[in-house]
Nanobody, 128 residues
Framework: QVQLVESGGGLVQAGASLRLSCAASGLTFSSCAMAWFRQAPGKEREFVAAIRRRDSMINLADFADSVKGRFTISRDNAKNTVYLQMNRLKPEDTAVYYC??????????????????WGQGIQVTVSS
């Protein structure tokens, strides 16, 4: 079955960096769109970033406005892993971060409803 396992979260101070990883299994990773969402206490789950491979050399990516210029998303198809590099973290980035996979070909979506598989989530806490 499909499994997505996040790692790399933790507690950091504002301005610091963290890199989240999501290891996937049970799916054809290279053909999936992979995304990160987050959910803060009392708030709805929100889109953070997504990536889809366009061809062997190019990936397409999309980011929430709140993280543009600070976060990057990448993938290693040989390792079935997607990464979220988070720089210049702010207290408002504090949330549980979820990795998600969309098996429908050809799209890169910002909607959680389009992602059929989810990780268990990992806590990121940014102190001021």
């Amino acid at each position: 079955q499909v499994q997505l396992v996040e790692s790399g979260g933790g507690l950091v101070q504002a301005g610091a960096s963290l890199r989240l990883s999501c290891a996937a299994s049970g799916l054809t990773f290279s053909s999936c769109a992979m995304a990160w969402f987050r959910q803060a206490p009392g708030k709805e789950r929100e889109f953070v970033a997504a990536i889809r491979r366009r061809d062997s050399m190019i990936n397409l990516a999309d980011f929430a406005d709140s993280v543009k210029g600070r976060f990057t998303i990448s993938r290693d198809n040989a390792k079935n892993t997607v990464y979220l590099q988070m720089n210049r973290l702010k207290p408002e980035d504090t949330a549980v971060y979820y990795c998600a996979a969309d098996l429908v070909p050809g799209r890169i979506s910002v909607s959680a409803y389009d992602y059929g598989y989810w990780g268990q989530g990992i806590q990121v806490t940014v102190s001021s």
